[in-house]
């Protein structure tokens, strides 16, 4: 059975940082590409960052320079580490995977197959 189980959300003050996980289970996470994607209350879920098959990563404008995001392929798990944090940054945020091997279009959600069941963070004082 494919599943992505997420971890690591919470509450941090402004400045903070979070690291988000989302483990991998009944299929081989290096032969895929890996999306983290957010959606806020009313907003539409907006592409935060991917990484390819070859680790190559791509981050949207909003969070370069403040998220890295990683895999571990010996854990079968990925990551998003997430510094700086902003109230803006506030949502949950998706894991999800993909047969491609690159990030072309990786802001567009129909191009995965695997979703995780979402983690909640939120950025207040």
């Known amino acids: 059975q494919v599943q992505l189980v997420e971890s690591g959300g919470g509450l941090v003050q402004p400045g903070g940082s979070l690291r988000l996980a989302c483990a991998a289970s009944?299929?081989?996470?290096?032969?895929?590409?890996i999306g983290w994607f957010r959606q806020a209350p009313g907003k539409e879920r907006e592409g935060v960052s991917c990484?390819?098959?070859?680790?190559?990563?791509t981050y949207a404008d909003s969070v370069k320079g403040r998220f890295t995001i990683s895999r571990d392929n010996a854990k079968n798990t990925m990551y998003l580490q997430m510094n700086s944090l902003k109230p803006e940054d506030t949502a949950v945020y998706y894991c999800?995977?993909?047969?491609?091997?690159?990030?072309?279009?990786?802001?567009?959600?129909?191009?995965?197959?695997?979703w995780g069941q979402g983690t909640q963070v939120t950025v207040s004082s």
């Open positions: 009944g299929f081989t996470l290096e032969y895929y590409s």
């Open positions: 990484i390819s098959t070859t680790d190559f990563p």
């Open positions: 999800a995977t993909r047969s491609r091997k690159s990030c072309l279009v990786y802001t567009s959600p129909d191009s995965y197959d695997y």
